[in-house]
């Protein structure tokens, strides 16, 4: 169907609904010009950046929520100053108090009149290790479980939950906290399992609703995510200044709701669900994605298949790199700044969070280019996906190296670190878009594995960190930090570089014939979508072909 076409059908579609509902008629031209694939865009976007809002707040609340123990000591250091003399206490002063809770005694210490918002707990840095570390021990385990639901339930029931969920914990975690930190513990474990969920969800919808060109571009909307970690910390801290810690909670889970409402509103799990799709761009999508992409919700998941795929093991294992060196800036990078460089915690907050602003930018220009190399078959897709890992790994790991040897030159050190987290963001027109590439069916379950095996490392970058450095204001210390991340990034993008490919794999297709997972998969391909393309559009439907 040639283009005129198309727009004699608008001209029909738009003339025939104007009578029968003449008072929304203007409402719904308005409607009809944006894209329900731009809408599914922002609602990716905003739910990344509320999802990593809620998973970070507590780090930087923790902060005000805990007395430091350096307030009982002598002395200071070049960074600190410490509180010596606490003032004496008389009754009716309001200055402390001790609640009894669970056969335990937590002392609970004010810094000035007595408030509920100024409450600071004294919990010792194993109880706040195993707050924080909580959150990603359950997050890595519901990465198949938010596979498989999603196959069942769809990116709508899933998503949409599990930030519900997230939500209601936020704003429970500051009475949790009264109660025993044993209860915030809890609420942080049953948070990274929600969590968990939403990246399997939300790549089992790329299939049904992105077109193949179209797809670099779409997943730079999962970096809403660095948007929600850069304005987590300097949010954190005026709220804390102004209000209080626990109205950091009461904030993030009322806007956690609030996504909610929209996500029922507006979101969808296919096009054909849609009910206010437009006509024209139902069908764009529909001859633009696989007949077996549409076909493939509630199919069986070939586990042992994806288990035993080198393609999904090489994204696995060299997106576990890029994790590893994206942690060290995340929380690493707070304690490095306030240790080595002095910074307080204002200037932390805002130095630590920029960066992660500025990545968001990098990786729409990323995906932008990505899609502009396969639709003018610059590079084939195998080659382009190969690419962009290679720029969010390599070079983040030298320059994290750098960062170490380059030692109190504040100024040259910021601008690398600048730079580093911005080419992190390359992956997501790379790797982790080349989890769609081969299983568009299965795009939710093969997430969930392969950040199975890369969100380990969530977890044992601090611990790796924690047993190098014993004194943190020795630099030396940590530049054996920065030169496991190089290591660590640099070696595992080679198994991708030999082992990745974007071609889709045998096991995607919903029919389980042995005769078609049998068959030679260049064939496959070469029987997907582009008979169907329209000749005014191009796609890069044939460059798997060339690999």
Same mark, same amino acid.
């Given at each position: ?34 894209? =329900?694939?731009?809408?599914?865009? *922002? ?15 507590? %780090? ?27 003032? &004496? ?12 809770? =669970?056969? /335990? ?27 924080? &570390? ?20 769809? !990116? ?5 939950? &599990? ?12 009475? +949790? ?47 809403? *995510? ?27 889970? !009322? ?25 024209? #761009? ?12 549409? %076909? ?17 093991? /090489? ?12 942690? !060290? ?33 990098? &990786? ?9 190399l396969m639709d003018n078959k610059t590079l084939t897709l195998t080659n382009v996906r190969k690419l962009f890992t290679a720029l969010s790994q390599i070079v983040p790991g030298v320059l994290v190296l750098l960062v170490g040897y380059l030692g109190y030159q504040i100024v040259t050190v910021l601008i690398l670190w600048f730079i580093a ?11 982790? /878009? ?21 969100? !380990? /490392? ?56 042995? #005769? ?6 260049? +064939?496959?391909? =070469? ?6 393309? #329209? ?13």
């Open positions: 169907m040639g283009r005129n076409s198309l727009r004699m059908d608008e001209k029909e579609v738009n003339f025939l609904p104007k009578p029968k509902i003449p008072k929304v008629g203007c409402f719904r031209a308005v409607c009809d010009r944006i894209p =329900a694939r731009l809408v599914l865009y *922002f609602l990716s976007w905003s739910g990344f950046l509320v999802s990593f809002v809620m998973r970070n707040d507590i %780090n930087f609340a923790l902060v005000a929520m805990v007395q430091d123990p350096s307030a009982n000591a002598t002395g200071s250091d070049h960074c600190n100053t410490l509180v010596n003399d606490m003032p &004496s206490l008389e009754e009716g002063d309001n200055y402390n108090y001790t609640l009894s809770v =669970a056969n /335990a005694t937590t002392t609970v210490l004010l810094d000035g009149p007595a408030s509920i918002d100024d409450i600071k707990f004294d919990w010792d840095s194993t109880v706040q290790a195993v707050i924080k &570390s909580s959150f990603y021990w359950c997050y890595v385990l519901s990465q198949v479980v938010g596979g498989v639901a999603t196959q069942y339930f769809g !990116t709508k029931n899933v998503f949409g939950w &599990s930030q519900f969920l997230t939500a209601a914990c936020s704003l429970l975690i500051p009475h +949790a906290a009264d109660l025993h930190y044993g209860a915030v513990i809890l609420l942080r474990s049953v948070q990274g399992f929600a969590s968990g969920l939403t990246w399997p969800a939300m790549y089992a919808i790329v299939g049904y609703w992105i077109p193949p060109v179209e797809r670099s571009r779409f997943m730079s909307s999962f970096q809403g *995510f660095s948007i929600g970690i850069g304005l987590t910390y300097p949010l954190c801290g005026f709220i804390i200044a102004h209000f209080g810690w626990r109205h950091v909670f009461y904030t993030t889970g !009322t806007i956690g709701m609030v996504w909610c409402v929209f996500w029922y509103l507006l979101a969808y799990n296919t096009p054909q669900e849609h009910p206010r799709i437009t006509p024209e #761009e139902l069908e764009y999508i529909e001859l633009n994605v696989s007949e077996d992409i549409k %076909n493939g919700q509630g199919m069986r998941v070939p586990w042992r298949r994806i288990f035993t795929s080198m393609p999904v093991w /090489a994204i696995g294992l060299t997106t576990f790199g890029r994790i590893w060196v994206h942690y !060290t800036f995340i929380m690493s990078g707070p304690e490095y700044m306030q240790k080595i460089f002095c910074f307080d915690i204002q200037q932390n907050g805002l130095l630590s969070g920029a960066p992660f602003l500025c990545s968001y930018l990098s &990786s729409v220009l990323f995906c932008y280019v990505a899609d502009l987290v911005t080419f992190i963001t390359a992956s997501y027109a790379g790797a982790m /878009a080349n989890i769609v590439d081969i299983a568009p069916n299965l795009a939710g379950p093969v997430l969930a594995f392969a950040q199975t095996i890369h969100m !380990t /490392a969530s977890f044992l970058q601090p611990l790796v960190t924690g047993f190098m450095v014993t004194d943190s204001q020795n630099i030396n210390q940590w530049l054996h930090v920065f030169g496991v991340s190089s290591v660590v990034a640099i070696s595992t993008y080679l198994i991708y570089q030999v082992f990745g490919t974007a071609e889709i794999q045998s096991w995607n297709y919903p029919v389980p014939d042995p #005769e078609v997972t049998s068959s030679d998969d260049s +064939a496959v391909i =070469a029987n997907q979508p582009m008979i169907k393309v #329209e000749p005014g559009l191009k796609f890069d439907d044939d460059e798997d072909d060339d690999d």
